[in-house]
């Protein structure tokens, strides 16, 4: 076998042959530069190859004429005796350079047309894309022919719609500010309190049922509270009286302090009303306000300042009371439960707001007139509302209302910290609070009529000043769908879109809360 032009470890590989030069001898490879020979053989590569694209000649042509044609201009010829007829060379390239680039300088920007620019200089950064990019750093910006390009760049507002989509007419409906008289369950029905009358109606469908027909209970008085539960089975009536009516959707109705059962479906007979029981809680007086907790328990507030939280799966229906000298001493005018039902919170007519411990509303025992966790007190005037915030754990909103038009932002998980206070109706109180997840919002309702949105950011700027009524706005709620109701003094009901979200921008599964683990058992 000819070994000849093999070595070990050359894998049968050739190798070139040396020349000799001036008694060196240097291998080809070494002489001109060529490709890395000693890789392993028969690899395939993958390498980045750049080619130029070249212009026509005609597009070649037609720049450079361009050009030329500005550095060698007819009014750019110097006139003087020692060099007649030669092109001026005072800053004439950079004249055409600047007509041909635009650029953002000390000086006047130049008039080019939208075909001889390049580029768009500015010192600021881009501004933030807008809402619903996936890749947000494929946003492409571009600036519109202005004197100033940093200023053509403007921020987008969100659309609102400021007109009602819907309106109706209720007549009947208390002109009370500290009553409410409406409220929308999680199935899209709306609950509407016309003095002694409850009135449902659907959304979706417009249909209108009156639930007591024409025998509507007139012993217990007006109407003053109405409220879902959350899982929207029950409907709690509260009455000047005192009483609070719990209806079952599936038209049973139970009612604490004096408990019956009416059925809309049976023949108006002597039937029609039959008691089942009688609960009573003493002392109690006109409930303004209630909320509900999951499992079924109940929380009402009463014009004596008393707070009693009842569980009306169980005969003792009484789990816990609020007051006596930790409670309010005057009228409660709204309740609120936490997302997670750890705290409630009370405002009432005595100028302050107090947070409750979620925990003495315990079914293991009943637990009289415990101290709350916090106290607020630097209202001006009556507190009629208060609201958790939806989507900042332990933010609670407080508003004042006649002669102290502002709302205050607490921090709960901070010993009750201050955070903001806001001036929203220089003219009377704030009649309702609406926290919006998608936008991060905080919309309010006062009695000068009108629906302020508030961007519930750092600096927590009033975005959006929507004149609904010329009268105060007694009740506002929100709805499962982002969309929100108000009841005015002209006894008319209206429905607003305010909050509607555009789903080509995806920000509902932005917000949305993402699965990204495993269940393992």
């Not at 130029?52 to 037609?62: A, F, I, K, N, W």
């Not at 007649?84 to 060379?89: A, L, V």
């Not at 403007?154 to 400021?162: D, Q």
């Not at 009556?382 to 932002?409: E, H, K, P, W, Y």
Request: proline content about 4%; glycine content about 8%; hydrophobic content about 35%.
């Amino acid at each position: 076998m000819n070994n000849r032009g093999r070595t070990p470890g050359s894998s049968g590989r050739t190798v070139r042959p040396s020349v000799q030069q001036n008694g060196l001898t240097m291998r080809k490879r070494d002489m001109t530069p060529t490709r890395n020979t000693n890789l392993v053989p028969n690899a395939s590569f993958i390498g980045d190859r750049f080619l130029g694209v070249r212009l026509d000649q005609d597009e070649l042509d037609h720049a450079n004429h361009l050009m030329t044609s500005k550095l060698y201009n007819k009014e750019n010829l110097n006139n003087s005796i020692s060099e007649p007829n030669s092109p001026e060379k005072k800053n004439v390239e950079s004249e055409a350079l600047k007509q041909m680039m635009r650029h953002k300088s000390a000086g006047a920007l130049t008039d080019a047309d939208d075909g001889d620019r390049i580029l768009c200089y500015k010192k600021n950064l881009a501004p933030p894309p807008a809402i619903g990019y996936i890749n947000q750093a494929k946003v492409l910006y571009s600036t519109n022919s202005v004197i100033n390009p940093a200023s053509s760049v403007k921020k987008s507002t969100r659309h609102v719609k400021e007109s009602a989509s819907k309106v109706l007419d209720g007549p009947g409906l208390t002109k009370d500010l500290y009553s409410r008289h409406l409220d929308w369950g999680c199935h899209n029905w709306v609950a509407v309190a016309l003095g002694h009358e409850l009135y449902l109606w659907n959304t979706e469908t417009c249909v209108i049922k009156n639930f007591f027909e024409d025998n509507a209970p007139t012993s217990e008085g007006m109407i003053t509270s109405v409220r879902w539960s959350q899982e929207g089975r029950y409907i709690s009536l509260g009455y000047a009286s005192g009483a609070v009516k719990v209806i079952f959707i599936l038209l049973f109705i139970y009612t604490l302090f004096a408990l019956k059962i009416y059925d809309p479906n049976r023949p108006k007979t002597t039937e029609y009303v039959r008691e089942l029981r009688t609960l009573r809680v003493g002392g109690a007086s006109r409930c303004a306000s209630i909320a509900w907790k999951k499992q079924g328990v109940m929380t009402c507030g009463y014009k004596s300042g008393d707070i009693v939280n009842h569980d009306v799966r169980v005969a003792q229906h009484v789990v816990s009371s609020w007051g006596g000298d930790n409670g309010h001493s005057r009228d409660i005018t709204a309740l609120e439960w936490s997302s997670d039902e750890n705290m409630c919170v009370s405002a009432s007519s005595d100028r302050t707001a107090k947070v409750w411990d979620g925990r003495h509303t315990r079914g293991d025992g009943v637990v009289q007139d415990p101290e709350p966790l916090f106290t607020i007190d630097e209202h001006t005037g009556q507190v009629r509302t208060a609201q958790f915030c939806s989507f900042r754990d332990g933010i609670l909103a407080t508003a004042g209302g006649i002669n102290d038009g502002t709302v205050r932002l607490w921090d709960v998980k901070r010993q009750c910290q201050k955070i903001r206070e806001l001036n929203v109706c220089e003219t009377g109180g704030v009649g309702g609070i609406v926290f919006n997840r998608p936008y991060s919002e905080m919309l309010t309702a006062s009695d000068d009529g009108f629906l302020r949105i508030f961007r519930f950011n750092a600096n927590y700027k009033l975005s959006h000043e929507i004149q609904t009524s010329n009268e105060p706005i007694m009740d506002l709620v929100g709805s499962p769908y982002d969309e929100v109701l108000i009841g005015d003094m002209e006894e008319t009901l209206k429905v607003f879109q305010l909050f509607t979200v555009d789903k080509s921008t995806n920000i509902l599964d932005r917000t949305a809360p993402k699965n990204v683990g495993l269940n393992v058992r």
